[in-house]
Each structure stands twice: as structure tokens, then as C-alpha cells.
């Protein structure tokens, strides 16, 4: 597509909201009473705010829409969402990105606990989470430090699943499946869990799922235009038209019993994560590295009511969790990385009345790292945080003011000590909510967040083979300062619904991964470095219902993101940043059936960071059928196309967008129970 009708379909999409909010005040009332919808309660949140009356940024995910989302990796399957992107680095591996921030700036959890992989770690290593058996998934765009710590400041992904059952089946037992099959990479996919009842107190779940596919195939040439131009390689390592050293396969389960009482539950589980999968990277030679995956996992969760006024409820997580990933070169081990983690919070919630609610918690995590082996890029460490936090709002009618407090000291030291730093870390925040109508609101927020540099920042000094890169810390760097904000108006009821959002934050060393055009050991050298910089954007998400008849409804949607990230002391833009993103969608739906197609345009990115080549717009075609074929058996079956004009992709948030371009056409048919 051509630069001028690009601009032409993202002027476009960009009117579609104003277009929808001009009648908003005075909608056509639908032919039959509109029914109201469902208030989403976002469970990440303390206070158990829903997500239209929460004071931040909130999407949750679930049922038939996550079913449709179902993806390999974290990252492709909330890729679309309202500020979301992803570091798309290889099709085993991508991590979310919000708001342009990623990495160790977003804390991924599974039930209110990190993740305890090595994915913050570097952008090659997968998270050690899959979208198999998840019931919900909720994302806290901005900062969430007040809760999650310091290594929130960019938000959260928080993973739902019910490894721990929280209450008895109905009719003392519940199955759910899944069975896919993906044309592009000859991809399988297989799932099950089930949760019994023993008696009228006890639950027990096990789940277990099981995933592989091929090399993928790709629309072009492996690497970008530009790289090959600048490194031109022998013919026969410019792959046309598949990524070799693409395929993975991933399993795992887990086994987890509750004891379920009258005012609340206890529960434990045990869960594994096992994941090896390529690296379509050509680098003077046939792509040959790969990541072999592994981790044990024991979780432990428990809430109790005490229904006092200043106590109305206690919450425990506490998670562990022996991690470790080798990095193989021509089948030889090159590194192993090694994470041993725990990490334990309680939550305190209480109330005054009606008008007065917050929480009171404190959180616990330690970290042993380690990297064994030739390219041993980070030294071992050991990082051990410790934070306590309050956070209340206040609702006089139709105004809510809310605010919080965190402190949190974290310590972070070389095992041989020969490096040994410590920080104290202040986040604070304030906000306030007002219902201008029933299910219109208008929401702003102010913080201030402190976050200090993790082991990788302060202690890399070395050869990384898995991303071709010599990666330098500086145990210098300072803790990052944010100052910000977030204005947003929300409509939640009658045939539009949504949300229009523009946020603003201002940098003191934000702390960053450039390329200085060195060379190390013949590899591109990637230094951490602080600069002063801002981050500002916008997002706006739309549905409306255009139309009902015989019982079929024809909706729309559309969702745009952008953000800009530069340096403010000196001249430059932040690397990897997404550009201006814009979809619009349409769906038809009748009792056992739903059709829907979207168009998803993404601009040029030409404001990239130092030694980094602009990376072309593209325009992804999607579509999906879900059909019911029973009316009294609960199986759906899910027929989907992805990029059906087969458009190359190259996704600017990724380390690798010139040596790996994403997943070319695809069709996926799935089948899946519930009951």
C-alpha cells in the first residue's frame, strides 16, 4: 500500500470515534430496551473496582474473546488491545509491550504473582506463562507501582487460571478442552483441565496442555530490504519465504487442591512449564540457535472475610519458583540461565461505610540469578526487594478521589560482592472520577513513581548469542524518576461504548538498551544508558451497535493507539517503539453464531532510535467465525484467518523487525468444550 493511502485509512479510522461520540449524547434509542452491560470487575485491583469506574487504564479479556486470542506467546495473544503491542522477537518468544514501555517496566503475573522466568532478563527469552488454560487476563495500562512494585511502572498483565479453585463446581465437577490445528508451521495444539469437588469443602483442578509446530512461513525475504542492502549474504542464506528454525514445542500442567470455607479459601498447586523452540536468526551462517526452557512452580493463595469495619478482608499469595533455560549453538550448550524466585504478598482490605474503602499490604521478593557458560552475559546475582503500601478512595455521589503510597527498598549485588547497590524507591499517586451521566466518566490521575535499575542494567558485560548482540550494563546508573499523568471519558452503557484516553509522563534517567554502532567480538554492542526523555500518546476504543434484526445484531468496533518517546536533554528518539496503530471491525451475531472482520493498519515508524533502520507500515486483514452446533452441548467451533492479504510484518517494538518478520497468512480451526 502506498504512504498516501495509508495516511488516507488512518485519517479514516482516526474520525471513526469522533464520528461515534457525536451522537453519544443523544443515541437513537435501540428498538428493544438495550440490556445493560455486564460491570467487569478487575481483580488485579485491591479495592475491586470494575474497569469503567476504575481510576486507571483497565482491558480484561475473557471468554469467547479470549478464546479467539489464543496465541504461543503472552504477547501475540493481547497484541491488539488498547495500547498493546508486542516485542514479536521470534514466534516462541514476545513479550506484551504498553504504552512503548516493556521489559522490566511491565510486571507479568499468574494470579497476582510474577512469573519467575528470565524474560525481563532479555527480550529472547519466553515467558514462562501459556494462554492455554487461562479464564481471564487483565492489563493495567500505566503505572501500577503502588501494588506491584517498582517494576510496574509501565503496568501489569495479570493472568488468571484456576490452578487454584476458589469454590466448588456446580454439580461438583467442571471440563474444559481445546483442540486446534494452524495451517501456517503445521501447528497442533491440545488442552484439558477439569475441577472436582470432594464434598462441600475441598476442590481439587489438574490441567495440562501440549503445543508444537514447523517452521513458519513468511510473506518475503527473511531479512528486511535495508539489512540486506547494507549486509548482503551468499544466496543461499537469504530465505525466501520460510523462517527455518522457527518451530517450537511447549507443555505443561499443573496440580492444585483448595480448602473452601464460608469465608473464604486456602489453596496450594504445583505446576511445570517446558518450552524449546528456534531462532530463525541468519548471522553469517544457517540459523542453529535455540532455547530450551524449563521451570517448576508451587503456588499458595488464600483470602479470608473477616467482615470487621477496619478489617473486611485478608489476602495471601505467595509463590516459588526453579527456573532455567540453556541457550543451544549447533546443538551445544552455549549458556544456562539459571532463576531461583519467591515472592510472597498480604493484603489487608477495610472500609468506613459506603463512602470509604483501601487497602493496606506488603510485598516480598528474592531472586538468585545466574548465567553459566561461554557467553555468561550477566555475572550471578542476587536482587531482594522489600515494599509496603497503602492505597483508599473516597465517593461523595458522583465524584470518587483516590490515592495511594508506596515505599520499597530493593538491593541488588554481584555474588562474589564485588558490586553491591541498594535503592529506596517513593511511588505515589492521586486521582479522581466523576460521573458527568449514568455510564459516562470522566477520570484523570496523577503519580510520581521511582524505579531502580534491575541486575541486567547494572551488571551485563558480555556476549549474548541467542540476540546477537554484546550487551554492557553500568553499575553507575541512578534510579528512574516519573512524573505523569492520564485523562480519560468513558461511556459503558446504551449502543456506544468506550473510551477515549491521552496520557503523559516525563522521565529523570530513564534507563534504555541502545546501539552504539561498536563492534565487540564481531557483534553489535547494546549499551544500557540513561537519558531524560517523556512519553505521550493517546488511545481511543470504540463498539457500537449498529443494527438489530430476526434476532442477528450487527456491531462495530475500532481501537487506536500511538505513542511518542524521545529524549528530552539531548536530540534522539527511545528505541523500539510502536508506531500510530489503528483497527477498525465489524461482527455479525446471531444466537449460535458470530462472524467478524477487522482491518488493522499500522503506519511507518521513522522516529527510531540510534543505529536503528525505519521500519514500514503494513496492513493485516483478520477474520473469524465461531459457530455453536448444539443447542444443549457445550461445544464451540472457532474457524479463523489471519493476514489474509499476507502482508509483510515487521513489528517496530522488536530487537530482531530486520532479521524476523512476523507469521505470514494463516488459518486456524479450532474445537472447544466447556462445561
Known amino acids: 500500500m502506498d504512504t498516501a493511502l495509508r495516511a488516507l485509512?488512518?485519517?479514516?479510522?482516526?474520525?471513526?470515534?469522533?464520528?461515534?461520540?457525536?451522537?453519544?449524547?443523544?443515541?437513537?434509542?435501540?428498538?428493544?430496551?438495550?440490556?445493560?452491560?455486564?460491570?467487569?470487575?478487575?481483580?488485579?485491583?485491591?479495592?475491586?473496582?470494575?474497569?469503567?469506574?476504575?481510576?486507571q487504564a483497565t482491558s480484561v479479556l475473557d471468554g469467547a474473546a479470549l478464546d479467539e486470542q489464543m496465541a504461543p506467546t503472552l504477547g501475540a495473544a493481547l497484541d491488539g488491545l488498547p495500547g498493546v503491542a508486542q516485542s514479536s522477537f521470534v514466534p516462541g518468544a514476545s513479550r506484551p509491550i504498553l504504552r512503548g514501555l516493556g521489559g522490566d517496566r511491565i510486571r507479568v503475573l499468574v494470579n497476582g504473582i510474577g512469573t519467575f522466568d528470565a524474560s525481563t532478563t532479555s527480550p529472547d527469552h519466553a515467558v514462562a506463562v501459556d494462554m492455554a488454560h487461562a479464564d481471564r487476563v487483565e492489563v493495567v495500562r500505566g503505572p501500577a507501582t503502588l501494588i506491584y512494585g517498582n517494576n510496574a511502572v509501565g503496568g501489569v498483565v495479570n493472568v488468571f487460571d484456576g490452578r487454584l479453585p476458589t469454590e466448588i463446581p456446580e454439580g461438583g465437577l467442571s471440563f474444559g478442552g481445546r483442540a486446534s490445528y494452524?495451517?501456517?508451521?503445521?501447528?497442533?495444539?491440545?488442552?484439558?483441565?477439569?475441577?472436582?469437588?470432594?464434598?462441600?469443602?475441598?476442590?481439587?483442578?489438574?490441567?495440562?496442555?501440549?503445543?508444537?509446530?514447523?517452521?513458519?512461513?513468511?510473506?518475503?525475504?527473511?531479512?528486511?530490504?535495508?539489512?540486506?542492502a547494507a549486509d548482503p549474504l551468499p544466496d543461499d542464506l537469504e530465505y525466501d519465504g520460510v523462517a527455518p528454525n522457527s518451530d517450537l514445542r511447549q507443555s505443561g500442567g499443573s496440580l492444585g487442591a483448595s480448602w473452601i470455607g464460608e469465608r473464604g479459601f486456602l489453596g496450594?498447586?504445583?505446576?511445570?512449564?517446558?518450552?524449546?523452540?528456534?531462532?530463525?536468526?541468519?548471522?553469517?551462517?544457517?540459523?542453529?540457535?535455540?532455547?530450551?526452557?524449563?521451570?517448576?512452580?508451587?503456588?499458595?493463595?488464600g483470602n479470608?472475610?473477616?467482615?470487621?469495619?477496619?478489617?473486611?478482608?485478608?489476602?495471601?499469595?505467595?509463590?516459588?519458583?526453579?527456573?532455567?533455560?540453556?541457550?543451544?549453538?549447533?546443538?551445544?550448550?552455549?549458556?544456562?540461565?539459571?532463576?531461583?524466585?519467591?515472592?510472597?504478598?498480604?493484603?489487608?482490605?477495610?472500609?468506613?461505610?459506603?463512602?470509604?474503602?483501601?487497602?493496606?499490604?506488603?510485598?516480598?521478593?528474592?531472586?538468585?540469578?545466574?548465567?553459566?557458560?561461554?557467553?555468561?552475559f550477566v555475572p550471578p546475582n542476587t536482587t531482594r526487594q522489600v515494599g509496603v503500601f497503602l492505597v483508599e478512595q473516597a465517593d461523595f455521589g458522583r465524584l470518587s478521589v483516590g490515592g495511594g503510597l508506596r515505599f520499597e527498598r530493593q538491593d541488588a549485588d554481584t555474588d562474589d560482592n564485588t558490586i553491591q547497590t541498594g535503592f529506596n524507591a517513593v511511588s505515589a499517586s492521586v486521582g479522581l472520577g466523576y460521573d458527568l451521566t449514568d455510564g459516562l466518566r470522566l477520570t484523570g490521575n496523577a503519580f510520581r513513581t521511582e524505579r531502580a535499575p534491575n541486575a541486567e542494567e547494572l551488571f551485563s558485560d558480555g556476549p549474548h548469542v541467542a540476540t546477537f548482540t554484546y550487551e554492557v550494563g553500568d553499575p553507575a546508573l541512578d534510579k528512574e524518576v516519573a512524573l505523569g499523568?492520564?485523562?480519560?471519558?468513558?461511556?459503558?452503557?446504551?449502543?456506544?461504548?468506550?473510551?477515549?484516553?491521552?496520557?503523559?509522563?516525563?522521565?529523570?534517567?530513564?534507563?534504555?538498551?541502545?546501539?552504539?554502532?561498536?563492534?565487540?567480538?564481531?557483534?553489535?554492542?547494546?549499551?544500557?544508558?540513561?537519558?531524560?526523555?517523556?512519553?505521550?500518546?493517546?488511545?481511543?476504543?470504540?463498539?457500537?451497535?449498529?443494527?438489530?434484526?430476526?434476532?442477528?445484531?450487527?456491531?462495530?468496533?475500532?481501537?487506536?493507539?500511538y505513542v511518542r518517546a524521545e529524549f528530552t536533554a539531548v536530540d534522539g528518539n527511545v528505541p523500539r517503539i510502536p508506531p500510530l496503530t489503528a483497527q477498525v471491525g465489524g461482527a455479525v451475531e446471531g444466537e449460535r453464531w458470530r462472524f467478524g472482520l477487522t482491518v488493522e493498519v499500522a503506519d511507518e515508524q521513522d522516529k527510531v532510535g540510534p543505529n536503528e533502520n525505519a521500519v514500514d507500515g503494513y496492513t493485516k486483514l483478520d477474520a473469524s467465525l465461531r459457530v455453536r452446533p448444539f443447542d444443549d452441548r457445550p461445544l464451540s467451533l472457532l474457524f479463523e484467518a489471519n493476514n489474509l492479504t499476507n502482508d509483510e510484518i515487521r513489528y517496530a517494538a522488536s530487537f530482531l523487525r530486520d532479521r524476523v518478520p512476523a507469521m505470514g497468512r494463516n488459518f486456524q480451526?479450532?474445537?472447544?468444550?466447556d462445561f
Not at 503445543?211 to 540486506?228: C, K, T, Y
Not at 542453529?288 to 493463595?301: G, K, L, M, P, S
Not at 484516553?501 to 534507563?511: A, L, N, P, S, V
Not at 563492534?519 to 481511543?540: I, K
Open 669 to 673: 480451526v479450532s474445537a472447544v468444550i
Open 304 to 376: 479470608y472475610r473477616v467482615e470487621r469495619p477496619w478489617l473486611e478482608e485478608v489476602r495471601l499469595r505467595v509463590g516459588y519458583a526453579d527456573y532455567e533455560h540453556s541457550e543451544l549453538d549447533g546443538g551445544e550448550i552455549a549458556t544456562t540461565f539459571y532463576n531461583e524466585a519467591v515472592e510472597a504478598r498480604v493484603e489487608l482490605t477495610h472500609a468506613a461505610g459506603d463512602w470509604l474503602s483501601g487497602a493496606a499490604g506488603v510485598q516480598v521478593r528474592h531472586r538468585d540469578f545466574s548465567a553459566v557458560g561461554a557467553e555468561a
Open 9 to 55: 485509512m488512518l485519517a479514516g479510522f482516526a474520525a471513526t470515534p469522533a464520528a461515534l461520540a457525536g451522537p453519544a449524547a443523544a443515541e437513537t434509542p435501540a428498538p428493544a430496551p438495550y440490556p445493560a452491560i455486564e460491570e467487569i470487575v478487575v481483580t488485579s485491583d485491591p479495592l475491586r473496582r470494575s474497569a469503567f469506574d476504575s481510576l
Open 182 to 228: 494452524a495451517s501456517n508451521g503445521d501447528g497442533t495444539e491440545i488442552s484439558g483441565r477439569s475441577t472436582a469437588g470432594l464434598g462441600d469443602r475441598v476442590a481439587i483442578h489438574a490441567e495440562g496442555f501440549h503445543r508444537q509446530a514447523g517452521d513458519i512461513s513468511i510473506p518475503g525475504f527473511l531479512r528486511s530490504e535495508a539489512l540486506r
Open 268 to 301: 496450594a498447586s504445583v505446576s511445570f512449564f517446558d518450552k524449546d523452540y528456534g531462532l530463525p536468526v541468519v548471522e553469517g551462517a544457517a540459523p542453529q540457535v535455540r532455547i530450551d526452557q524449563e521451570q517448576i512452580r508451587v503456588d499458595v493463595a
Open 485 to 561: 499523568g492520564e485523562v480519560a471519558l468513558r461511556k459503558d452503557s446504551g449502543r456506544l461504548t468506550g473510551a477515549l484516553t491521552g496520557y503523559y509522563t516525563d522521565y529523570d534517567r530513564f534507563i534504555t538498551e541502545l546501539f552504539t554502532g561498536e563492534e565487540r567480538l564481531g557483534l553489535p554492542v547494546a549499551q544500557f544508558a540513561a537519558f531524560d526523555s517523556r512519553f505521550y500518546g493517546f488511545e481511543v476504543e470504540g463498539d457500537l451497535e449498529v443494527a438489530q434484526w430476526a434476532g442477528h445484531v450487527f456491531s462495530l468496533n475500532t481501537v487506536i493507539d
